[in-house]
């Protein structure tokens, strides 16, 4: 499965994703989560301390004089599966994750590892990993080949104005991309009651999938910096999160089923 969330900043795409991620792995699948949001929020969502899994210098060189290609590589003889084996975090239930990683103090070798994480994404072989992203905030960056390895696009909607009029046009960016997704649909978070739901359903044109409440628990979770899953695993939201894996774990069974 290879997912990724969008959405506008602050509607839930991180805590989202990495509880996503979490109940993903414990059903069994191997999950590399990335993390490509400059303002990186899944780390804590995940159960990770750590808020950076930068690759490491050692494992990325510059280009050769003469050569063509991105000024930054992984080193000669480290394919990218390789480099998630080597350098991917390991979060509970077996979760790897990869950040792209954000500005802080030296520049340098963030730069280098952001190359990487790119090439990484580029070529890690699909078969491999079931993937889950969460994507950079809004519509400037969200797509630009970011997303580029995601069959669904589950786009994050909270019922506001301005996260419905975000997911309205990344509905559309979406069905744009290049190496375009095979579908795009919406979860709607932090809602009230049914007619959120539909007011989402309408003001984006898309399928709803999954209907998040607020909930209180899991916005306690995450004010303490720990996983939903782990903090509050009863709570509904989190609930709400498993049923969606369930639904779309199920339904790749299935499809797998039909192509044999
Ligand atoms: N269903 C929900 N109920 C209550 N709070 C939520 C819910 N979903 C997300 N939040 C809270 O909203 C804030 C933004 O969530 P976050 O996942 O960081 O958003 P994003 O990654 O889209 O910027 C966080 O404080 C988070 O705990
Ligand atoms: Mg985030």
């Known amino acids: 499965m290879r997912v990724a969330f969008v959405g506008k900043g602050g509607v839930g795409k991180s805590a989202i994703a990495g509880t996503f991620a ?7 699948e191997p999950v590399l989560a990335l993390d490509s949001d400059p303002m990186p929020g899944m780390a804590f969502s995940l159960g990770l301390e750590r808020s950076d899994a930068p690759m490491p210098d050692e494992a990325v060189e510059e280009r050769g004089e003469g050569e063509d290609g991105p000024r930054y590589r992984l080193r000669a003889g480290l394919s990218a599966a390789e480099a998630v084996e080597r350098y991917a975090a390991l979060a509970p239930d077996g979760v790897r994750f990869l950040q792209f990683g954000k500005h802080r103090g030296q520049v340098g070798p963030l730069i280098r590892s952001q190359f990487a994480f ?3 994404v580029r070529d890690l072989p699909a078969e491999r990993w079931s993937l889950v992203g969460d994507l950079p905030g809004g519509t400037r960056q969200a797509f630009g080949g970011w997303g580029g390895y995601a069959e669904t696009v589950l786009v994050v909607v909270e019922p506001t104005a301005k996260s419905l009029l975000t997911g309205r046009r990344l509905a559309r960016l979406a069905s744009l991309e290049e190496g375009r997704p095979a579908e795009v649909v919406a979860i709607a978070n932090k809602v009230r009651d049914a007619s959120d739901v539909e007011l989402i359903g309408r003001r984006t044109g898309l399928d709803v999938v999954a209907a998040v409440g607020w ?16 903090a509050a695993p009863e709570s509904p939201a989190v609930r709400a999160v498993e ?3 369930d639904q779309l774990y199920e339904r790749q069974i299935h499809d797998t089923k039909e192509c044999i």
């Open 215 to 230: 909930d209180e628990a899991l916005a306690e979770a995450e004010r303490q910096g720990a996983a939903p899953i782990d």
């Open 118 to 120: 790119r090439q990484i």
């Open 22 to 28: 979490r109940a993903l792995a414990r059903r069994g």
């Open 243 to 245: 049923s969606l894996v």
